[in-house]
């Protein structure tokens, strides 16, 4: 069953649903370079579509921002953020995070990345991340922890 486009959160706001990727070959993570803000380098990530199931957005927007195709999926965290804010001016999203195996051949889309590009973990500690990036890396135990800027 799909879900709808805009929920509420558990303070009231408005929210989003998002879905997360972290996506890994061998010892290297896949990360875009985002162009649109909020700015830095993440892992491939979107909002849920009307209608849509959280899992046909991770396999859409893997498609569509990495040209990957995902072939098993694991559901890691189910977790509502109050400070995560999206480029429609929404704080809050409900994210379904993810690891996942995937096929195919690396794609950069223009319109989402700079650059797009596998990195080794101890290179994830020194890139400018997205913050909802360094919260997931953190949680994953595969950065040290930052200050949230
Ligand atoms: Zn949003």
New binding site residues.
Partial sequence: MGIPKTGVSKKGLAM?Y?VGALIRKGARYLLIDRVKPPYGYAGIAG?VDEGETPEQALVRETKEESGLEVRKFNLLYDEELDWNY?S?G?TA?QWYFYECKTEGKVRRDSKEAKQIGWFAKKELENLALEPVWTYWFQKQGLIKKRTRG
């Fill in positions: 989003h998002s909002h999206c429609k929404i999203h």
